[in-house]
């Protein structure tokens, strides 16, 4: 039950994803992943490679991921399902607002433009917010540690990659970006307290 729900959401999630980063590379434009840095590199595309193998070998066979397997209640599993089904619309979401400006490095785009609507109006980076919150799910529907461990490494790695990532927005930007920075959150919504 919980592989079949797991299955829809990978299908679809890939579909979106796959749609909007074929669009955006149809422009032909080469970006290149140099400016993360040999270390950054490797290890988030090492990380992230892992994550995607565990989640899609559990959904082909979950017996192959057997040795990575936790005794989890039913209802923490229903919760992966929440998350997952909660995390495509977010998806489509993040993805159709920010379009053909999407890019797999640091890097931008040479006609990239800031966007600040749709989930971006409240979270800088919610494709790294989804993304955990997708592979989080699939730990939790799958009960693996191992898809739990390679999604909280490959976080680490991006917030390790981020300040690099805002440094080029801010050089590429300037001020509007850092008018921005004061206005939302990292990864989750920065809380606004009224006086």
Excluded: C
């Amino acid at each position: 039950m919980f592989r079949i729900f797991a299955i829809t959401i990978f299908v679809v999630g890939v579909s979106i994803g796959g749609y909007y980063r074929y669009q955006a590379e149809k422009s032909g434009e080469r970006i290149t992943w140099n400016e993360e840095g040999v270390p950054i590199m490797v290890l988030l595309r090492l990380f992230g490679l892992l994550g995607w193998l565990s989640v899609i070998t559990w959904l082909i066979n979950p017996n192959w991921m057997q040795w990575a397997e936790v005794a989890l209640p039913d209802g923490a599993r229903w919760i992966g399902v929440g998350l997952g089904i909660i995390a495509v619309p977010l998806m489509y979401w993040l993805f159709k607002s920010i379009g053909r400006n999407i890019t797999s490095t640091v890097k931008t785009r040479k006609d990239h433009k800031l966007v600040t609507t749709g989930p971006y109006h409240w979270v800088r980076h919610p494709l790294y917010s989804v993304g955990t919150m997708l592979f989080l799910a699939f730990s939790l529907m799958a009960a693996n540690w191992f898809i739990a461990l390679t999604t909280l490494l490959g976080l680490v790695m991006l917030m390790v990659r981020l300040p690099k990532e805002e440094a080029n927005l801010i050089e590429r930007f300037g001020d509007e970006y850092r008018t921005y920075i004061k206005q939302t959150g990292r990864l989750i919504p920065k809380l606004r307290i009224h006086h």
